[in-house]
C-alpha cells in the first residue's frame, strides 16, 4: 500500500481576518450599542423587582397584589422575548457563518472518519485473528509440554535416572510460560508499532438482555419521558411510582 504524504498548502488565498472582527474588544463595545435599548428597560424591570421584593416580603397577601404580580411576570417575561428576538437578530450572520464553516470541515472530514472505521475494522478483525492464532499455538505448545513433562516423569521412575526429573522440571517451566500466553490480554499478545502509531487489541466488554426481570434494580432506571408521557395522557397509577399533582402558577 502506498504511502500518503501530505500535500503543501495553498499560498493564494482569499484574506479574511475573523479574529479581528470578533475580537473581544470590537465586539463587546458594538454589542453594547446594539442591546442598549434593552438595557435600559432591564435597569427598569430590576429595580421594580427589588421594589416587588421588600413589598412582598411577607408573601402576596390579596387579590389586588396578586394580579399586579401576574402583570409583572409579564412585563418580565416580554422582556426577555423582546431581548431573545435582539440577540437572535445579531447572531443570524454569525450562526449561518458558523453552519458554513462547519459544513466546509465536515465536507473534509466525514469521508476521512468512515474511511478510517473501515481500515480500523479490517485491522480489527487481522488483530482478533492474530490473538486466536497465538492462543491457539500456545495451548497446543502447553500441552505438547505437559505431555513430555509426563513422559519424562515416567522414565524417571522406570530407569530411577534423576536427569530425567530435572529435565522434566525445565520443560514443565516452558509449559507455564505457554500457559502465560494463552491466558494473556489480548494487548500483549496484538500490540504492533508502525512508522506512525501503535495498534493493539483492548478491553471492550458489552452485554446483552436476555431476561429483564431478572436484572438488579440498581442497574434499571425509569423512563422518565415515557411516564411523562403516559401522565400527560391520563394515567394515573403505574406500579412502583408513587403519581402526585404538585400544581404550578402560570401566567399568559
Not at 479574529?19 to 454589542?31: H, N, Q
Not at 500490540?191 to 471492550?204: E, K, P, V
Not at 406500579?239 to 401566567?251: H, M, T, Y
Request: glycine fraction near 4%.
Amino acid at each position: 500500500m502506498d504511502d500518503i504524504t501530505p500535500t503543501p498548502m495553498q499560498t493564494n488565498r482569499p484574506q479574511l481576518d475573523l479574529y479581528s472582527a470578533l475580537a473581544p474588544d470590537v465586539l463587546d463595545p458594538w454589542l453594547d450599542d446594539k442591546f442598549a435599548p434593552c438595557a435600559v428597560r432591564f435597569n427598569e424591570l430590576m429595580a421594580a423587582y427589588a421594589r416587588w421584593q421588600k413589598a412582598t416580603a411577607d408573601g402576596v397577601k390579596d387579590e389586588i397584589v396578586a394580579g399586579k404580580c401576574t402583570d409583572f411576570v409579564k412585563q418580565l417575561k416580554g422582556h426577555v422575548s423582546a431581548v431573545e428576538e435582539v440577540r437572535v437578530a445579531i447572531k443570524a450572520p454569525v450562526l449561518a457563518a458558523q453552519r458554513q464553516i462547519d459544513g466546509k470541515g465536515r465536507a473534509l472530514t466525514e469521508p476521512l472518519v468512515d474511511a478510517a472505521v473501515v481500515v480500523q475494522g479490517r485491522l480489527g478483525l487481522y488483530l482478533r485473528a492474530k490473538d486466536m492464532e497465538a492462543r491457539r499455538l500456545a495451548a497446543e505448545e502447553a500441552a505438547r509440554k505437559e505431555a513430555e513433562v509426563q513422559a519424562l516423569l515416567d522414565h524417571a521412575t522406570e530407569t530411577g535416572d534423576q536427569a530425567f526429573v530435572e529435565q522434566a522440571e525445565e520443560v514443565a517451566t516452558e509449559a507455564v510460560i505457554a500457559l502465560e500466553t494463552v491466558t494473556a490480554s489480548p494487548a500483549e499478545l496484538t500490540r504492533l508499532r508502525a512508522s506512525f502509531g501503535t495498534a493493539s487489541l483492548r478491553d471492550n466488554w458489552v452485554y446483552d438482555v436476555v431476561d429483564i426481570a431478572k436484572v438488579p434494580a440498581a442497574y434499571l432506571q425509569v423512563n422518565d419521558a415515557v411516564v411523562k408521557a403516559a401522565i400527560r395522557s391520563g394515567v394515573r397509577q403505574i406500579d412502583g411510582l408513587v403519581i402526585r399533582n404538585e400544581p404550578k402558577a402560570a401566567v399568559r
